[in-house]
């Protein structure tokens, strides 16, 4: 089982989170093997679709060490706990909940916890945080944005979601952000419904090339 510095350590040198949004277990499961065999470890499965605990769970029955899933659009502690007992290595939220972080700390699990403000992001990353996620990243100015926080706040990790895309990536991860999180335009939704796996596994490429075009640059 890995430690919770080994998560963070492969999570940040991944630097792409794939978010997903999936009908079952077996579409899941096809996503994240599409989405490994583009080169990319990591899979966040979202709370906000039906039975995403159930899909968590057997995910990591099948999987297991094969890929670094996590839990994503999770609002409260009880199921923060939910997610972590059913295998998943972080926890993502969309907002801050401070007894979230508590859990994650207690079971010594990766927190994200979102925030939007340099106020909010600071006191996440004080409350706990391993990293912080900022969200809707473009909404808020995209690069520019995470850009300017780093300026007066280096020390926090960055994960900037909402709108990210190949076409500013790169951009993104230039302006300092340790990670990226992805959903509809790397898993594609139109791909899955038509079982074409193989372009998921073309997008996973695609954001690997621009994370590294990106962090040259840095």
Not at 49 to 73: C, F, H, Q, S, Y
Not at 81 to 110: D, H, Q, T, W
């Amino acid at each position: 089982m890995q430690k919770k510095n080994e998560v963070l350590k492969d999570l940040i040198e991944g630097g792409i989170i794939p978010v997903v949004r999936v009908k079952s277990p077996d579409e899941a499961l096809k996503v994240a093997e599409a989405i490994k065999e583009g080169g990319i470890n990591t899979i966040e499965i979202t709370m906000s679709i039906p039975g995403a605990i159930d899909v968590i769970e057997k995910l990591n029955k099948r999987l297991k060490e094969d890929i670094l899933l996590g839990a994503g659009t999770v609002l409260d502690a009880e199921t923060a706990r939910l997610c972590i007992l059913s295998g998943a290595k972080f926890i993502v939220g969309p907002c801050l909940n401070l007894e979230m972080l508590r859990v994650c700390k207690r079971y010594s699990v990766i927190a994200i916890p979102g925030a939007m403000t340099p106020t909010e992001i600071l006191t996440a990353w004080e409350a706990g945080a391993d990293i912080v996620k900022v969200f809707p990243a473009m909404s808020l100015g995209g690069p520019d944005y995470i850009k300017a926080i780093r300026a007066p706040l280096p020390q926090i990790l960055l994960d900037p979601t909402g709108g990210v895309n190949l076409n500013n990536a790169r951009e993104f991860i230039e302006a300092g952000a340790a990670v990226i999180s992805v959903g509809s335009f790397l898993v594609d939704k139109k791909a899955i419904l038509q079982g074409k796996y193989e372009i998921i596994t073309e997008n996973a490429r695609r954001f690997i090339e621009k994370v590294k075009e990106g962090r040259e640059k840095q």
